[in-house]
């Protein structure tokens, strides 16, 4: 019901920032929470970011203070504004819609083939 398409990846420096977007189809785009996950090579997919329909948001403890999603509903679009980036961060990035206003309902939508982040020197 919910496609999701996730663009903006690429490689940066330690220190360095990327936004990651997330355009999104769905009629219940509006009253659904958002979020954005990764996973890196050998480990588990974990949410790091999220957003309600109402604008309010958490974050991974690893992430805080330096990541920033953000949603425009008006676009349709969903957005992860990322600084201060570590090698740690090195991951594809997937966006995903919950079944509800917050991020305690399920997942939604299926997952969508991600965007790349690489964080090296």
């Known amino acids: 019901q919910v496609q999701l398409v996730e663009s903006g990846g690429g490689l940066v420096q330690p220190g360095g920032s990327l936004r990651l977007s997330c355009a999104a189809s769905g009629r219940s785009f509006s009253i659904s929470a958002m979020g954005w996950y990764r996973q890196a090579p050998g480990k588990q997919r974990e949410l790091v970011a999220a957003?309600?329909?109402?604008?309010?948001?958490k974050y991974e403890d690893s992430v805080k203070g330096r990541f920033t999603i953000s949603r425009d509903n008006a676009k349709n679009m969903v957005y992860l504004q990322m600084s201060s980036l570590e090698a740690e961060d090195t991951a594809i990035y997937y966006c995903n819609a919950f079944a509800g206003r917050t991020w305690y309902s399920p997942r939604l939508a299926s997952w969508g083939q991600g965007t790349q982040v690489t964080v090296s020197s």
């Open positions: 957003i309600s329909s109402g604008g309010d948001t």
